[in-house]
């Protein structure tokens, strides 16, 4: 079956702008987190969704960033006034009951 | 909450040697502990996992060993190829098999033939 996607790949934007990031997990699987990674760095956590429990923001950095998610389908990250340290791959995984998550190929973020 | 150290940060051996990459964690709660590989340009991929019930594990030429007292974990890969080059990453889960992972900076692994 399908593995996640997610989309852009790639998206090139001014300082200032607003950016929304989809994601589009394993079909079943209840639970779907978001992760930056910078470059040349480990992945930070910024948000993760289980069901229709709230979900944990405990990793967003700033009130720029905002995550939806209806049911346990598609999520998208949206970044408000873009900054040049927003500059980032975005990576998106999700998981049913097991411990695996499952990544998508990540949507690359530039800030000019 | 949990701090995961990676070491190396790079890693550089010839193609038929071993490649070991070490991590330690902090919060004695992590009880599951996967190692991810990422190609360029891809998300990441499980390669392995351990449970804090096992103190190694081994798939072919990746084996993974625990020490639940040292807090440290650690990847094996034997018989290198070029093919493994590519970055490493360890991670721990604390408590819920559903929680967010904890990752390490990443070894970025290349094999020379």
């Known amino acids: 079956g399908a593995g996640v996607s997610q989309s852009p790949s790639n998206k090139v934007t001014e300082k200032g702008k607003d950016v929304e990031l989809r994601c589009d997990p394993i079909s079943g699987h209840t639970a779907l987190y978001w992760y930056r990674q910078r470059l040349g760095q480990g992945l930070e956590f910024l948000i993760y969704f289980q069901g229709n429990s709230a979900p944990d923001k405990s990793g967003l950095p700033s009130d720029r960033f905002s995550a939806e998610r209806t049911g346990e389908s598609v999520s998208t990250l949206t970044i408000q006034r873009t900054q040049q340290e927003d500059s980032a791959v975005y990576l998106c995984?999700?998981?049913?009951?097991?411990?695996?998550?499952?990544f998508g190929p990540g949507t690359r973020l530039t800030v000019l | 909450g949990e701090n995961v150290e990676q070491h190396p940060s790079t890693l550089s051996v010839q193609e038929g040697d071993s490649a070991v990459i070490k991590c330690t964690y902090s919060d004695s709660a992590s009880n599951y502990f996967p190692w991810y590989k990422q190609e360029l340009g891809k998300g990441p991929q499980l390669i392995i996992d351990i449970r804090s019930n096992v103190g190694e594990k081994k798939d072919q030429r990746i084996a993974v060993t625990l020490n639940k007292t040292a807090k440290h974990f650690s990847l094996h890969i034997t018989e290198t190829q070029p093919e493994d080059s590519a970055v490493y990453f360890c991670a721990a889960i604390r408590g819920s098999t559903l929680g967010r992972l904890y990752f390490g900076r990443g070894t970025q692994l290349t094999v020379w033939p």
């Open positions: 995984a999700s998981t049913d009951r097991g411990n695996e998550q499952f």
